[in-house]
């Protein structure tokens, strides 16, 4: 089993920059995908970023160019560094991790934009 770690997340005024991180422990495979989704209040969760182990790299539209998600497969953990930040950004980012055997979610710290 994973068991994910997460950090960061509160309240900051838009045009501010928050970064998460996430640490994946216990039995970890070399190839896995390291994610962050995103819920807005009212609204269906949603794949914001997502990297593999291997360095492949996907944004949500609404966030290119001002997030940017790294990870050190050395330490299994994956970061998103999110610049410019703007209220419709306001959510609970969720953490994932996927592997050929299983999918983990960690408990989503609330991220908070104001005007």
């Known amino acids: 089993q994973v068991h994910l770690v997460e950090s960061g997340g509160g309240v900051v005024q838009a045009g501010g920059s928050l970064r998460l991180s996430c640490a994946a422990f216990g039995s970890i495979r070399s190839n896995n995908d390291m994610n962050w989704y995103r819920q807005a209040p009212g609204k269906q969760r949603e794949l914001v970023a997502s990297k593999s182990s291997r360095g492949n790299t996907n944004y949500a539209d609404s966030v290119k160019e001002r997030f940017t998600i790294s990870r050190d497969n050395a330490k299994n953990t994956v970061y998103l560094q999110m610049n410019s930040l703007k209220p419709e950004d306001t959510g609970v980012y969720y953490c994932?991790?996927?592997?050929?055997?299983?999918?983990?979610w960690g408990t989503g710290p609330l991220v908070t934009v104001s005007s």
């Open positions: 994932n991790f996927r592997d050929s055997s299983m999918t983990t």
